[in-house]
């Protein structure tokens, strides 16, 4: 999985038991795409704090994830969901009754949202 990803899941699951400061960084920095130095400037701080408070929100986030295991868990129950639209899409609904296949595409399109979510 890509690391800016991860981070961005891990500040979206834990990023509120951060010192507000933390994640305001880190939000600026993974999800707005800022450098330290835009970062720095925007906040008035220097590059080295942008640096520090993004090494010790980054490494809290991971300290969360290793106890609660909340995004492990997320990505798993993403790829099921994935995995059981697949197994749907592969139904062939010409033999079922017109009911039953509008009940399948409701199915499917409430995976997909949770997909998409």
Do not use: C, P, W
């Amino acid at each position: 999985m890509d690391k800016v990803y991860e981070a961005a899941l891990l500040l979206d699951f834990y990023g509120q038991l951060l010192t507000k400061r933390q994640f305001e960084i880190l939000d600026l920095y993974l999800n707005n795409d800022y450098s330290l130095g835009e970062i720095a400037e925007h906040l008035n701080i220097s590059r080295q704090g942008v640096y520090d408070n993004i090494k010790r929100g980054r490494a809290m986030l991971d300290r969360m994830e290793e106890k609660l295991g909340l995004v492990h868990k997320f990505l798993q129950q993403k790829n099921r969901a994935l995995e059981i639209l697949k197994d749907i899409k592969s139904i062939d609904i010409s033999s079922m009754s017109v009911e039953d296949a509008k009940i399948l595409k409701r199915v499917e399109e409430r995976i997909e949202e949770i997909v998409e979510s």
